[in-house]
């Protein structure tokens, strides 16, 4: 009886894709291209925040007509997020989303996790 007690219980389909090396390399793979990324944004983003709080003589330097570094910069942040976007969707339709493809038919064949995931 108390061999029953100290047994761990089952683990679950979900636990045995999780525990799964391609599941493990889909997530690192993952992370190694979206932490970089996040990071680099955030310190973008905050140098333009600073800047326009610290240093409003660069960030009103005007470099055509009523265009300034400041405007710019705005601006340089919506075109980056925009290139981030384009960026993470080629990464992801050429990198991620085949090895994706792949575990999922494992999962469905009953290669991994039982195929009791639905």
């Known amino acids: 009886m108390?061999?029953?007690?100290?047994?761990?219980?089952?683990?679950?389909p979900y636990q045995v894709v999780q525990d799964s090396p391609d599941f493990q390399a889909l997530r690192s793979r993952f992370r190694r291209?979206?932490?970089p990324m996040?990071?680099?944004f955030l310190v973008w983003y905050f140098v333009y925040v600073l800047l326009a709080n610290y240093a409003h003589g660069f960030m009103a330097t005007k470099v055509w007509g009523n265009i300034t570094v400041g405007l710019l910069?705005?601006?340089?942040?919506?075109?980056?997020?925009?290139?981030?976007?384009?960026?993470?969707?080629?990464?992801?339709?050429d990198r991620q989303d085949p090895v994706a493809e792949?575990?999922?038919?494992?999962?469905?064949?009953?290669e991994l996790g039982g195929g009791e995931l639905a």
Do not use: C
Request: aromatic residues 14%; charged residues 20%; hydrophobic residues 45%.
């Open 102 to 110: 792949e575990l999922r038919a494992k999962i469905e064949d009953g």
């Open 2 to 12: 108390s061999e029953t007690l100290n047994e761990p219980p089952p683990r679950t």
């Open 33 to 35: 291209f979206v932490f």
């Open 38 to 40: 996040t990071a680099l």
């Open 73 to 93: 910069f705005g601006l340089g942040q919506f075109v980056s997020t925009f290139a981030i976007t384009m960026i993470y969707a080629r990464w992801a339709n």
